[in-house]
């Protein structure tokens, strides 16, 4: 049974840093690829970045380069998502996503598998 499962989400001043987790199980990951996605309260989810299996870097969201730094560690089957200089408009639930090929993808609908998210919230 496939899982990822989130973690390192919380409350954080604008300006700070804050940096998520995901770890994957359950299946061999090699030629799927990972992306961080996230959704606010009343808006469609929106893609964050995204990562082959090997390491190679897809796609980032214009909204969060140069912030923000996705990559993973085979070894220990995480990913991981290194949000620096938070904004208040970062605040979001925040999704891990592995889908076969989806390694520079942006769309939800290429993502088979999702973890269950974990909240980040930056005050002003």
């Known amino acids: 049974q496939v899982q990822l499962v989130e973690s390192g989400g919380g409350l954080v001043q604008a300006g700070g840093s804050l940096r998520l987790s995901c770890a994957a199980s359950g299946r061999s990951f090699l030629g799927y690829g990972m992306g961080w996605f996230r959704q606010a309260p009343g808006k469609e989810r929106e893609f964050v970045a995204s990562?082959?299996?090997?390491?190679?870097?897809?796609n980032v969201a214009d909204s969060v380069k140069g912030r923000f730094t996705i990559s993973i560690e085979n070894a220990g089957n995480t990913l991981y998502l290194q949000m620096n200089n938070l904004k208040p408009e970062d605040t979001a639930l925040y999704y891990c996503a592995s889908g076969w090929a989806a390694w520079n993808s942006r769309s939800p609908s290429q993502y088979t598998y999702w973890g269950q998210g974990t909240q980040v919230t930056v005050s002003s």
């Open positions: 990562i082959s299996w090997t390491g190679i870097t897809g």
